[in-house]
């Protein structure tokens, strides 16, 4: 179970890195418009379209990826996204990956394996009471809005990009938990369950909105600025809400050592992904 849990994460976050890349040709492109608006600009774009084909494929391998294995193993794999996006990227563009971006997917690799090893996470629930669901919501869903609301036009487009993608982290780690749940639901008593389930629409609507929080922290700044509170707070929030709703466990105690070092292995190579892709993107230009 576990086994499968992992290679479907891992198959999930390769898909999600063909998404993004398309979605993000594509929201480059709109020059206005925001919301509602900037969606219906997006449509009309093929790229657009391709990208969705491959987050909805994300989607597909996420749900038997949470379905068999804890919140706190599976979304941390999709930091994964990043490099393989730029390692698609880079024979797209008929270009080289340059050293410092082979040396920054060996530090997310690396980090993240040590994270993993050293955090061993482990959990077989995937329901949850009401007693935990509702502050759960009323705290994610109300740091989302604080984040919108920061993110307001008067702000830099640095940190209008940041503030956009922590709350489109945010709904992605509550989209995650919301679909554990509905999934869960599915495996044990079929497709009616599944239907009438309200975390079904829950994770369905929270989704939307993560997608469309997304799409503008795209367009609001550039992808060093959006890219690693997206990463870092996806896998943070996805492993708070594993242990609060779902009881997962993770070692602690000195464990926290090796745990941190790899947090920081991941965010230094994050940061300088961000930073090499930009570069490759104007050769290729």
Not at 193 to 213: E, R
Request: proline share 5%.
């Amino acid at each position: 179970m576990i086994v499968l849990a992992v290679v479907s994460a891992v198959v999930g976050a390769a898909s999600n890195a063909v998404g993004t890349a398309f979605q993000r040709k594509a929201a480059s492109s709109v020059s206005r418009g925001g919301g509602l608006r900037l969606l219906a600009a997006l449509v009309r774009r093929p790229a657009w379209m391709i990208g969705i084909a491959g987050v909805t494929g994300a989607a597909l391998f996420q749900a038997l990826a949470l379905v068999n294995g804890p919140m706190a193993l599976v979304q941390p794999l999709f930091i994964l996204e990043l490099p393989f996006a730029l390692l698609i990227a880079v024979p797209l563009m008929r270009r080289r990956l340059p050293a410092a971006g082979w040396w920054a997917v060996g530090a997310v690799v690396t980090g993240l394996a040590v994270v993993l090893a050293a955090a061993a996470p482990e959990g077989t629930r995937n329901q949850a009471g009401m007693d935990r669901w509702v502050p759960v919501l009323a705290l994610v869903l109300g740091a989302m809005a604080m984040a919108v609301v920061l993110a307001r036009p008067s702000r830099s487009s640095l940190f209008r990009a940041a503030a956009l993608a922590t709350a489109a982290a945010l709904g992605n780690a509550l989209t995650a938990a919301l679909m554990k749940s509905a999934t869960g639901r599915f495996a044990q008593a079929g497709l009616p369950a599944f239907l009438t389930s309200w975390q079904t629409y829950g994770f369905a609507l929270v989704g939307v909105c993560a997608l469309l929080l997304l799409e503008n922290s795209l367009q609001a700044g550039s992808l060093a600025a959006s890219q690693p509170a997206l990463t870092i707070g996806d896998a943070t929030m996805s492993l708070a809400l594993g242990v609060a709703l779902f009881d997962e466990r993770i070692r602690t105690g000195w464990w926290l050592v090796p745990e941190l070092a790899g947090a920081f292995l991941i965010l230094w190579g994050v940061v300088r992904l961000t930073r090499v892709v930009p570069r490759l993107v104007e050769l290729a230009h």
